[in-house]
């Protein structure tokens, strides 16, 4: 499955614990540039953004929103039942051992 | 040989002796069965894919085998259907969804695997509800094949999610058929076509092979005319197996033990038919008839309540978070888009509200849950209860509308992995099938299909039969 972009580790990605004080400031600055590069972009763009079309008929919309009402009944239920504080799930987690253990 | 109707609606039980004996010829049976598919099926959607050619040349082997001697046990030669989840080789294996209608896997699913060792002969696949219904569905055209038609009335549903399996073995299309069951897929088609199905324990049939719609709901199971083939269908399909890690070690102990159910003590776990909204007061009396006939035999029943847990709304929670990280891949690119219920593409939406605490939470319930089912069992052998409370719905009308009522004993029987098993009890409205179930303790599928064995011996609902219009 691909990543979605949102999910995608930075390409700085974190490997600097050796990064001395200059390289440090230096790449703090760029940040500090990036950042309010892409302010200035939000604060200069000339339209608001367009309202998506709506796709969903009132038949649907009134669906949605049942479905979304008996959820929040269900997980309102759930969350009101006391359970002891650490009570067990179903479920048991088992680690695997590497083949050639076995 | 042309054979008549009449052995088209024999039971697996009945047609091995003769199949072994050599008074019918698996290629002549199979070839009546592909006859009567040809006629019929385009009146109930049963069919996704008929494999003619395939059966064809299975049934020519068996008989060559049989001839020969070499005869491999009660399902040889037997003609079957399986429902269009479970992989076959080579040939398509839709999940009754239209984003994979060409779907197509290199290698067969345990069970088919398993059947076919048993001499079965696969007929085809049969049609389902789009995705088994994990995603939810309000509408009985949620399906590629359109819409399960119900072979007791043809503007009626089949009941889902095994439509084709529940359709097929009521019209006499096939011997047997597999469905599965996450929340009710394989005893609603039972109740509703009036036909034997017997959910399984989770665990004691691998799931290899077919859809993941959840990892800890979905079972494999059989649709029969008899509680008796139920028994030996799932004999031949139960098992451990290395390539399902859920699927259980558990010994197979499926041999009829019981011929009387004295000495049982069973839970009575009535509705309330008159306050219950949807419920039919007729398919209230079949029950109360069935409990009568119970009783008549021997079983104790005493009426009680199932422990107060929340288990609808934990096993709606479990399955509907399993299900979206399943089918996450439709979601991603869209193709969920192409099914056909119209909610489905918005349930990551609908659902949005769910948390992670709270799918933990939901988990912790269901283990107190089955602690308390356990307990439960300690004091009783099976409960006994309504299957649907009414007959099966006009095709055309809107689900939430048809089936408003509750599945207490089916939310707690599939968030525990409970076996049960369906059984015809008469007609209610309109002439139509209605049914009951007897649900087991973990592994207890041997005594479920002995006291299923024991009413239908004293009962004919299961060989009712419907009259398909020409």
Redesign the interface.
């Known amino acids: 499955m691909p990543r979605s972009a949102k999910n995608k580790r930075p390409p700085s990605a974190v490997s600097s614990a050796r990064v001395s004080r200059r390289r440090f400031m230096a790449l703090l600055g760029g940040g500090v540039l990036a950042l309010s590069g892409q302010a200035r972009a939000i604060t200069t763009r000339s339209a608001p953004p367009k309202p998506k079309p709506k796709t969903r008929s009132a038949a649907i919309e009134k669906g949605i929103a049942e479905q979304k009402s008996g959820l929040a009944k269900q997980l309102q239920t759930l969350r009101k039942f006391p359970l002891p504080t650490g009570s067990d799930p179903s479920f048991l987690f088992r680690p695997i051992s590497p083949r050639r253990m076995r | 040989m042309s054979l008549g109707e009449d052995v088209l609606f024999q039971t697996a039980a009945e047609l091995g002796p003769r199949i072994r004996k050599r008074e019918i010829s698996p290629v002549a049976l199979t070839e009546a069965f592909l006859e009567r598919i040809a006629r019929d099926d385009r009146k109930l959607n049963a069919f996704a894919y008929v494999m003619a050619d395939e059966a064809r040349a299975a049934a020519r082997a068996a008989e060559k085998e049989i001839n020969a001697g070499r005869y491999r046990g009660p399902l040889h030669g037997i003609p079957y259907g399986a429902k269009d989840l479970l992989a076959t080789q080579g040939t398509p294996t839709t999940w009754g969804a239209k984003p994979l209608k060409d779907q197509r896997f290199d290698h067969d699913a345990t069970v088919i695997r398993k059947l076919k060792q048993a001499g079965a002969i696969l007929l085809g696949k049969m049609a389902m509800v789009e995705l088994a219904g994990c995603l939810?569905y309000?509408w009985c055209d949620s399906s590629l094949q359109g819409p399960g038609r119900n072979p007791w009335d043809t503007d009626r549903w089949t009941g889902g999610s095994s439509s084709g399996s529940g359709a097929a073995v009521a019209a006499g299309l096939v011997v047997f058929a597999i469905g599965t069951e996450t929340w009710g897929s394989i005893l609603c088609p039972s109740a509703f076509c009036g036909v034997t199905g017997l959910r399984p324990t989770y665990g004691r049939v691998s799931r290899a092979g077919g859809m993941v719609g959840t990892w800890?709901f979905d079972k494999i199971g059989p649709l029969a005319r008899s509680a008796a083939d139920c028994r030996l269908v799932l004999t031949a399909i139960a098992g451990a197996d290395p390539d399902d890690p859920s699927s259980s070690q558990e010994p197979v102990a499926l041999n009829p033990r019981r011929r009387s159910p004295r000495g049982l003590r069973a839970a009575l776990v009535a509705q309330d038919f008159a306050k219950t909204a949807g419920a039919e007061p007729e398919v209230g009396a079949r029950f109360s008839e069935a409990v009568a006939t119970l009783r008549s035999l021997g079983l104790t029943l005493e009426e009680t309540q199932l422990p107060d847990?929340?288990a609808?709304?934990?096993a709606?929670?479990l399955i509907?978070a399993e299900a979206l990280s399943a089918f996450?891949?439709l979601f991603?690119d869209g193709r969920v888009k192409q099914l056909r219920d119209?909610?489905a593409r918005?349930q990551p939406?609908?659902?949005r509200?769910?948390t992670g605490a709270?799918v933990?939470?939901?988990?912790?319930?269901?283990?107190?849950l089955?602690d308390q089912m356990a307990d439960f069992y300690s004091r009783f052998d099976v409960i006994v209860a309504p299957n649907f409370l009414s007959v099966a719905p006009a095709i055309d009308r809107d689900l939430?509308e048809t089936l408003p009522y509750a599945d207490p004993v089916g939310a707690v029987g599939n968030a525990c992995g409970l076996p049960s098993i369906a059984l015809p009890c008469g007609f209610g409205r309109d002439h139509m099938p209605a049914g009951y179930q007897i649900m087991g303790a973990p592994w207890d599928e041997g005594l479920l299909c002995d006291l299923g064995e024991v009413y239908q011996r004293a009962t004919a609902h299961h060989q009712q039969r419907p009259m398909l219009e020409a």
């Not at chain 2, 933990?360 to 283990?367: Q, T």
């Open positions: 939810g309000r800890t847990l929340p609808s709304e934990v709606s929670v509907t996450e891949r991603e119209p909610y918005w939406e609908i659902n509200a769910m709270d933990m939470k939901a988990w912790r319930i269901r283990r107190a089955q939430y």
